[in-house]
């Protein structure tokens, strides 16, 4: 899978994974191959430093991260890092077969019919999804492009450096997070269809893959974010005690009985009982699930009836309780939550398992962002 902006930032040494997102920060360091973990850290956004993916208090966002790195005591000042879901833009196209240096122009044209703001405001990168010797002559090729505007790059380069990083790449989220799959893309006998979900604070994105070559990748306006905010309408709250609601009584299909019985006699659970809370956010659950139902079936009109034979889910958002497996059996894909330390080395000395194991969805990007900071990038 390609990495996206690397023809303007391309590293050559170790780097931390650090993933900039509109409710934590979060920061990895890994080292050597294979991979171990040296150090990870996670902090709240500050309120206002990031808005539908821009970054608006930079200030804030530099201070931050200062402790951050302080906290990790690293010594490392390279970064790889990603652009918001919010903005970019990633789009599959076709261009006659050509050399890869030869190609710039000819991307750049077709791209700007996709494009909604002028190409020469934007930054760009491309890159053939299939490898050129398998093309036969004077057919057309599938590239796939990533854009943001070259304003949003800046801030976010001019923020890092501010901290003292360095930034080597600006990866696409999902693209990112893929990474930490790449031992489940492909299958001894034949490359599986695999769907890959980041349900974030203020977006998801969807990405399906047969191996590791891209079929699909779509942004869905829809995000833990909605959670929260139906739950701060059905029950009169902030968007900070909705949150701390949803955390520990949110609850993402019909409770059953047993459930109801955990239930105490305190006032706090009686308020948030698990049938209200599942009333509250039904909407957003419906919607969500229709928005994922016609990706899919905008996918088997494109490319045919394919089956998806597995899926990985990650993001803060895919912590409300039962929601991996509600989207599931709503979809018909056996899905399961990712786990992006499968294959790194872990000094459990260090770390405890248990705790890493309730961090991976929200670490899942970060984790291959850090993955692309120590391989090889020629």
Do not use: C
């Not at 190409?119 to 036969?136: G, M, T, W």
């Not at 854009?147 to 949003?152: L, N, P, S």
């Not at 450096?161 to 999902?174: C, G, N, Q, R, Y």
């Amino acid at each position: 899978m390609r990495d996206f902006f690397g023809g303007l930032l391309r590293p050559r040494v170790e780097a931390i994974g650090l993933e900039i997102g509109s409710a934590n920060i979060k920061m990895v360091e890994l080292s050597g191959t294979p991979p171990s973990l040296k150090n990870l850290s996670i902090r709240p956004t500050p309120p206002g430093v990031i808005q539908e993916g821009s970054i608006t208090e930079p200030g804030a966002l530099t201070d931050l991260i200062k402790e951050m790195l302080a906290e990790m005591r690293t010594r490392k000042r390279y970064v790889v890092t990603a652009a918001s879901n919010l903005a970019v833009i990633t789009h599959t196209l076709q261009v006659p077969k050509m050399p890869i240096k030869q190609m710039e122009e000819a991307v750049r044209w077709e791209a700007e019919r996709y494009i909604p703001f002028p190409i020469d405001e934007v930054v760009l990168d491309y890159a053939p999804l299939d490898p050129l010797e398998a093309i036969p002559e004077g057919e057309q090729m599938d590239v796939v492009v990533g854009a943001a505007r070259q304003e949003t790059v800046a801030s976010l380069v001019e923020a890092l450096k501010a901290s003292e990083l360095e930034p080597l790449v600006i990866d696409v989220k999902p693209f990112a997070g893929l990474r930490t799959l790449t031992n489940r893309l492909v299958a001894t006998d034949r490359e599986p269809i695999t769907l890959f979900l980041e349900i974030g604070a203020e977006s998801s994105a969807l990405v399906l893959t047969r191996g590791e070559r891209l079929l699909l990748n779509r942004v869905i306006n829809l995000s833990g974010k909605d959670f929260t905010t139906a739950i701060a309408k059905a029950f009169n709250l902030d968007l900070m005690d909705a949150e701390e609601a949803k955390k520990n009584y949110g609850l993402a299909t019909i409770p059953t009985e047993d459930e109801d019985l955990l239930l105490d006699f305190d006032a706090e659970r009686e308020r948030f009982n698990p049938a209200r809370m599942y009333d509250a956010i039904r909407p957003v659950l419906v919607e969500l699930t229709t928005e994922l139902r016609r990706s899919l079936e905008f996918f088997r009109v494109q490319v045919g009836d394919l089956g998806v034979d597995q899926g990985f889910v990650a993001g803060g958002g895919s912590k409300l309780r039962s929601l991996v497996p509600l989207l599931g059996d709503t979809l018909g894909i056996p899905l399961e939550t990712a786990d992006p330390w499968q294959g790194i080395q872990i000094d459990k000395s260090r770390f405890d398992l248990e705790y890493l194991r309730g961090l991976a969805p929200e670490f899942t990007v970060p984790v291959g962002l850090a993955l692309r900071g120590v391989n090889p990038l020629d």
